[in-house]
């Protein structure tokens, strides 16, 4: 919460000492609005959604989350209308926004070829897990890290979004860093690097 879209791309650079980019792949960092957060006492902050409090145990601020993925929907179709096929797509992000991307995906674009959640979680009774209990399609890879150590998104809630998504017919990789806190680090950028070639290879390279 807080950062921008340009921020995490410095962020991540900054750990690689170079940006993460592909010759193939175009990489998009989007910017949430600013609007009030309750958990800072209603002060403004660039989130994609509101929440009553950061704790998996309370419900999901439903209406926030639903007209940020409508915003997010717009930025996909604009790729779409670029000629970018939707399994040639993949959404994901830190911490809230890798709780962004589960709810955009796994509701309302199953037809993209992956997503990655770094540092997030979904609430117990996420939107997410009563969308996924009526679905019957083959849905999007999930790439999840979380560190031991993170204080404010706790590894057991991490833990427990996987393994629930995973109940519901999702294939996930919980990747677990020891040590970590609510942040990024080099291991994790690399293997999200290598999942990410691996998801959208080089057209034409067949991945066996």
């Not at 792949?25 to 989007?30: C, D, F, M, R």
């Not at 309750?38 to 660039?46: D, E, F, I, L, R």
Request: proline content about 4%.
């Amino acid at each position: 919460t807080g950062d921008t879209g340009q921020g995490a791309r410095t962020w991540i650079k900054q750990i690689l000492n170079q940006d993460m980019a592909f010759q193939h792949i175009k990489v998009i960092y989007p910017t949430a609005p600013s609007r009030p957060y309750t958990p800072m006492k209603g002060a403004s902050s660039t989130v994609w959604f509101d929440r009553y409090k950061i704790s998996n145990d309370c419900p999901e601020h439903i209406e926030s989350i639903d007209s940020m993925c409508q915003g997010l929907t717009d930025l996909i179709n604009d790729e779409i209308k670029n000629g970018i096929t939707k399994d040639r797509i993949l959404i994901g992000g830190f911490s809230m926004g890798g709780g962004m991307a589960m709810h955009l995906a796994y509701r309302f674009h199953q037809d993209v070829a992956g997503v990655f959640a770094l540092s997030s979680f979904l609430n117990k009774d996420s939107a997410v897990y009563q969308a996924l209990k009526k679905n019957e399609s083959v849905l999007p890879e999930l790439f999840q890290c979380h560190g031991t150590a993170d204080q404010l998104v706790l590894y057991s809630w991490g833990e427990e979004t996987n393994r629930m998504l995973k109940s519901l017919g999702v294939s996930t990789s919980l990747h677990t860093f020891p040590n970590l806190n609510h942040e990024l680090n080099r291991t994790e950028i690399e293997k999200l690097k290598t999942w990410i070639l691996k998801k959208l290879p080089v057209e034409g390279e067949k991945s066996n």
